[in-house]
């Protein structure tokens, strides 16, 4: 028996009384909309596969490459600048008591090499698999087992109130203007990009910078991260040392004559 809509007399075949089906135009919409996007993303990726990395190990070889630029520029500054000071040695027609000035100055700006007893500070990352070493301490999310910035200011602030003469980050000197900066896992100072581990050195008395090391609340914090963790922490006694001169540039907004 068949239905209503196949009885003879309808004056219709059963083709042309087909329902109009929602369900199939909203499947079509569906299909339309996916080859949308299947082209949206090809035009996006250009051919190439758009889930990689490569654009941010593009930016990251840039920022290496410039880091060595930099380099290069500073050691042929200090080059230049060691002829200039040459020159004017010569018959510059001062005293010897403005040169014995000038000298006191340079030295204080760090722009000469500085010779004496010094301790060196290293600090690194711990192991990526470190886990907690002692009880009632959590297992360590990833920012605790990186060096970050605060800690290397802490060792810079402390050596600096340990009287320190003079401080070496990585082979570069610090001057009154010079900003120690992190960046991800990695320290970019006065143009230049280092990755760990980060040694400081300093000249001065190695007993008052190491009584200042560890009286550094901010320091005593860091302890805390190196023995539950694993942040690596070394401090050496370097003997007598030279400090390069420092061979950048420095940017003065405001300045005044030093009494």
Known sequence: MSNSADSPGTGSSPARRRRFRPVRVLTAAV????GLIFFTSFNTAKGTNIRTDASLLKLSDLIHERSQENGELEESNAALRDEIDALAERDNGSTKAEADKLAALEKKAGTQKLKGESI?????????????????????????LVIHQQDLQAVVNALWLGGAEGIKVMDQRLISTSAVRCVGNTLILQGRVYSPPYKIQAVGDPERLK???AASPAIQNYMVYVNVYGLGWKVEDEGRATLPGYSGTADLHYAQPVD
Not at 31 to 34: D, G, K, M, Q, V
Not at 120 to 144: H, I, N, Q, R
């Open 31 to 34: 299909f339309a909309l996916a």
């Open 211 to 213: 009584e200042a090391l």
């Open 120 to 144: 060196s500070v290293t600090l690194d990352d711990a192991p990526p698999d470190a886990t907690a070493k002692l009880p009632g301490y959590p297992e360590p999310e990833p920012d605790y």
